[in-house]
T-cell receptor, first 113, second 111 residues
Framework: AQSVTQLGSHVSVSEGALVLLRCNYSSSVPPYLFWYVQYPNQGLQLLLK??????LVKGINGFEAEFKKSETSFHLTKPSAHMSDAAEYFCAVSREGRRALTFGSGTRLQVQP | SQTIHQWPATLVQPVGSPLSLECTVEGTSNPNLYWYRQAAGRGLQLLFY??????ISSEVPQNLSASRPQDRQFILSSKKLLLSDSGFYLCAWALGGGELFFGEGSRLTVL
């Protein structure tokens, strides 16, 4: 069965600092991996995805993530945090058969001025 | 372009009352449809998904049910709500094995 572990339910960074949100997964099949962002009382918006090919994927709002098969990781990074990045971030992995996604428990990012 | 509509946006219901949340997708055909629930401070739990009209897969045994009466319509129901049914309910759609596209969510409070 597929599963996702997000280390750190809360992460706080200063504006302009590096953002690093950690995600590790387990999957019995080659995974499709996703990062979503959720602002308060809203649905989830796709930041980026990895399916096949290049292991470094770039997404919206300056975020990127690198698929590392040997480490079963898909960490999300952004070089310089902005106040508008404050939100909750979810990592997800496709299920076997690719009919649904399994989500991590989420990481709430705070950006301090 | 594709859009997804979900309503109502907020709902306050007494324990034991019925529930109906509706979701419709526009601009695509034969999508996979999903209901997820997000409890306070927790991740997203898949409740139901559907790959076609009348085809419903249930992930978690509970007092909720789902129906798909039309290709782009997905309904979440309950005959009698429990306190534990409170949460943020998200409808989503997908084509094939790609990413999910989410609605804006429905916040249910059961009192």
């Amino acid at each position: 069965a597929q599963s996702v572990t997000q280390l750190g339910s809360h992460v706080s960074v200063s504006e302009g600092a590096l953002v690093l949100l950690r995600c590790n997964y387990s999957s019995s099949v080659p995974p499709y991996l996703f990062w979503y962002v959720q602002y308060p009382n809203q649905g989830l918006q796709l930041l980026l995805k990895y399916t096949t090919g290049a292991t470094l994927v770039k997404g919206i709002n300056g975020f990127e993530a690198e698929f590392k098969k040997s480490e079963t990781s898909f960490h999300l990074t952004k070089p310089s945090a902005h106040m508008s990045d404050a939100a909750e971030y979810f990592c997800a992995v496709s299920r076997e058969g690719r009919r649904a996604l399994t989500f991590g428990s989420g990481t709430r990012l705070q950006v301090q001025p | 372009s594709q859009t997804i509509h979900q309503w109502p946006a907020t709902l306050v219901q007494p324990v034991g009352s019925p529930l109906s949340l509706e979701c419709t997708v526009e601009g695509t055909s034969n999508p996979n449809l999903y209901w997820y629930r997000q409890a306070a401070g927790r991740g997203l739990q898949l409740l139901f998904y559907s790959v076609g009209i009348g085809q419903i897969s249930s992930e978690v045994p509970q007092n909720l049910s789902a129906s798909r009466p039309q290709d782009r319509q997905f309904i979440l129901s309950s005959k009698k709500l429990l306190l534990s049914d409170s949460g943020f309910y998200l409808c989503a759609w997908a084509l094939g094995g790609g990413e999910l596209f989410f609605g804006e969510g429905s916040r249910l409070t059961v009192l």
